[in-house]
């Protein structure tokens, strides 16, 4: 499968109203669009470089997609949650906030559910069987034997990247995995990750994907893998204190309907005003990116990206009791299942060791066909789930909260954007192309953890040091302006 061929020139919208930018623009050296943990690592490097900067966010508070909640009077994350050993970006900035981290707990036994198979392993285990785990075990060495050949920066120039990226990754495990209970395994795992079915991913961004953040072994696991560490009272912390840190430099309900920009500047109006720069990062999830009405117009390769890299789904759910009674029957809240509607449960108790939290994650199209419903609905969904695998004690909830991301207007999905087949090697350099004086930030376009909260603050921290090393002779290279500078209003 192959997308039509698109040309890199950003042209003017034919027809289109524009009048000149109003004389009350306040003006700054770079404009972030977007409070999200990229746009806050973007705009943080930036000021420390002694760059007046304005942050442009719609919502009322920073963070995006990382966001905290309450449960039970505990503060809790909505959004993102956990950090690996190797996302340093992220460790780093919870060394220097004094954030502190604690280990996923792990102590007992797991659930297990899958091609209707129900088993208890210990810890994080799999439970398959001796032939399960030998077919397991190859598929994944094959895995991390093809994904260690992606160039993270170029994955459109890998060897069979064509081939593979002609392919779905629900292609691959049907022609490649021998095993039913593996087959499932995998099925699940993957819409886990990608919060997507694995007939909607190339299976050249799946591999792609594994090679960001690693190889699969560290993609799957909770002990010394991507889920290994939880922040206590939310991972929004980190958020909140670069949002501190900028205090004076973010403006809240600013959603950005308009950039313009000619050989001199950018100038971006939202519904707070109009601000002009002499460059600009775009910080929002890439479909929504597309969404703001752009003079000259977008490069139709990015645009045409934009179009054919949906957000992920997820519905993240959380439940309280008095205690964590499932430890009292050996177990550790861990749930992993085929079945919907939830495919993995974890356990979040606070340190203290009450009251017991559990999370759990909706995702995929189970995610979009419980979206927009009453949370009572999805309560008892979960508090039946919950009944079913750890007991009836789980009918006695103290407390629920959960987070409807596809219905969220500013994210429309969670976690990111993912690409299916055809897409990657047709229009994967349009990814972090600067557009004139515009750049891209994201957590989908970072080479390394991408999808994660260390993609997104990497990503920032690249734009803003493409911003630092620009210069005017770069950006008047880059477009072709046929009119002076004109803004055009969506009002």
Same mark, same amino acid.
């Given at each position: 499968?192959?997308?039509?061929?698109?040309?890199?020139?950003?042209?003017?919208?034919?027809?289109?109203?524009?009048?000149?930018?109003?004389?009350?623009?306040?003006?700054?050296?770079?404009?972030?669009?977007?409070?999200?943990?990229?746009?806050?690592?973007?705009?943080?490097?930036?000021?420390?470089?002694?760059?007046?900067?304005?942050?442009?966010?719609?919502?009322?508070?920073?963070?995006?997609?990382?966001?905290?909640?309450?449960?039970?009077?505990?503060?809790?994350?909505?959004?993102?949650?956990?950090?690996?050993?190797?996302?340093?970006?992220?460790?780093?900035?919870?060394?220097?906030?004094?954030?502190?981290?604690?280990?996923?707990?792990?102590?007992?036994?797991?659930?297990?559910?899958?091609?209707?198979?129900?088993?208890?392993?210990?810890?994080?285990?799999?439970?398959?069987?001796?032939?399960?785990?030998?077919?397991?075990?190859?598929?994944?060495?094959?895995?991390?034997?093809?994904?260690?050949?992606?160039?993270?920066?170029?994955?459109?120039?890998?060897?069979?990247?064509?081939?593979?990226?002609?392919?779905?990754?629900?292609?691959?495990?049907?022609?490649?995995?021998?095993?039913?209970?593996?087959?499932?395994?995998?099925?699940?795992?993957?819409?886990?990750?990608?919060?997507?079915?694995?007939?909607?991913?190339?299976?050249?961004?799946?591999?792609?994907?594994?090679?960001?953040?690693?190889?699969?072994?560290?993609?799957?696991?909770?002990?010394?893998?991507?889920?290994?560490?939880?922040?206590?009272?939310?991972?929004?912390?980190?958020?909140?204190?670069?949002?501190?840190?900028?205090?004076?430099?973010?403006?809240?309900?600013?959603?950005?309907?308009?950039?313009?920009?000619?050989?001199?500047?950018?100038?971006?109006?939202?519904?707070? !005003? &109009?601000?002009?720069? /002499?460059?600009?990062?775009?910080?929002? %999830?890439?479909?929504?990116? #597309? $969404?703001?009405? *752009?003079? +000259?117009?977008?490069?139709?390769?990015?645009?045409?990206?934009?179009?054919?890299?949906?957000?992920?789904?997820?519905?993240?759910?959380?439940?309280?009791?008095?205690?964590?009674?499932?430890?009292?029957?050996?177990?550790?809240?861990?749930?992993?299942?085929?079945?919907?509607?939830?495919?993995?449960?974890?356990?979040?108790?606070?340190?203290?060791?009450?009251?017991?939290?559990?999370?759990?994650?909706?995702?995929?199209?189970?995610?979009?066909?419980?979206?927009?419903?009453?949370?009572?609905?999805?309560?008892?969904?979960?508090?039946?789930?919950?009944?079913?695998?750890?007991?009836?004690? !789980? &009918?006695?909830?103290? /407390?629920?909260?959960?987070?409807?991301? %596809?219905?969220?207007?500013? #994210? $429309?999905?969670? *976690?990111? +954007?993912?690409?299916?087949?055809?897409?990657?090697?047709?229009?994967?350099?349009?990814?972090?192309?600067?557009?004139?004086?515009?750049?891209?930030?994201?957590?989908?376009?970072?080479?390394?953890?991408?999808?994660?909260?260390?993609?997104?603050?990497?990503?920032?921290?690249?734009?803003?040091?493409?911003?630092?090393?620009?210069?005017?002779?770069?950006?008047?290279?880059?477009?072709?302006?046929?009119?002076?500078?004109?803004?055009?209003?969506?009002?």
């Amino acid at each position: 499968m192959r997308l039509l061929g698109v040309g890199l020139a950003g042209t003017v919208l034919p027809g289109a109203g524009a009048f000149a930018p109003p004389s009350d623009a306040r003006r700054v050296d770079v404009i972030v669009v977007g409070a999200g943990m990229s746009g806050l690592a973007a705009a943080r490097t930036l000021r420390r470089q002694g760059k007046k900067v304005v942050v442009l966010e719609a919502r009322d508070r920073v963070g995006g997609r990382v966001k905290a909640g309450k449960l039970a009077g505990h503060t809790i994350d909505l959004g993102g949650m956990w950090v690996g050993p190797t996302q340093t970006r992220l460790l780093a900035l919870l060394r220097e906030y004094r954030i502190a981290t604690m280990p996923q707990y792990l102590k007992g036994k797991g659930i297990v559910d899958i091609a209707g198979k129900r088993t208890t392993p210990e810890g994080e285990g799999f439970g398959f069987d001796s032939r399960g785990q030998a077919e397991f075990d190859r598929v994944v060495a094959l895995l991390d034997n093809l994904s260690a050949a992606i160039p993270p920066d170029a994955p459109w120039s890998a060897p069979h990247a064509d081939e593979w990226d002609d392919i779905t990754l629900e292609q691959w495990h049907r022609e490649n995995v021998h095993n039913d209970d593996v087959l499932h395994f995998l099925t699940s795992e993957a819409r886990v990750n990608f919060t997507a079915e694995p007939w909607q991913l190339s299976f050249l961004y799946f591999l792609f994907y594994l090679r960001s953040g690693d190889n699969f072994t560290m993609l799957a696991s909770y002990d010394n893998g991507a889920q290994m560490y939880i922040v206590p009272e939310s991972m929004h912390q980190v958020a909140a204190a670069i949002g501190n840190e900028l205090d004076g430099n973010i403006v809240f309900g600013a959603p950005v309907s308009a950039i313009s920009q000619d050989a001199i500047g950018v100038t971006v109006t939202s519904d707070q !005003g &109009a601000w002009q720069a /002499d460059q600009g990062i775009v910080a929002l %999830p890439l479909p929504l990116s #597309s $969404r703001i009405r *752009y003079q +000259p117009a977008l490069p139709a390769d990015r645009d045409a990206l934009s179009q054919q890299m949906p957000m992920g789904s997820i519905i993240k759910l959380w439940i309280a009791y008095e205690k964590p009674f499932w430890r009292d029957h050996g177990m550790n809240g861990l749930m992993f299942t085929d079945a919907p509607p939830c495919s993995a449960i974890s356990e979040a108790t606070p340190p203290s060791g009450s009251p017991g939290f559990l999370v759990g994650f909706m995702d995929g199209r189970r995610a979009l066909r419980w979206s927009g419903r009453p949370m009572e609905e999805r309560k008892k969904l979960f508090t039946d789930m919950i009944v079913n695998y750890f007991g009836p004690e !789980g &009918a006695k909830p103290i /407390d629920y909260i959960d987070q409807d991301w %596809p219905a969220d207007p500013w #994210s $429309r999905g969670c *976690y990111g +954007p993912s690409m299916g087949p055809g897409v990657l090697t047709t229009l994967g350099t349009a990814l972090r192309a600067k557009f004139g004086r515009i750049h891209w930030a994201g957590t989908e376009t970072s080479p390394i953890w991408t999808g994660y909260i260390e993609g997104a603050i990497r990503s920032g921290e690249r734009a803003a040091a493409d911003v630092l090393a620009g210069s005017k002779s770069d950006v008047k290279s880059t477009i072709e302006f046929s009119r002076p500078r004109n803004f055009l209003s969506l009002a």
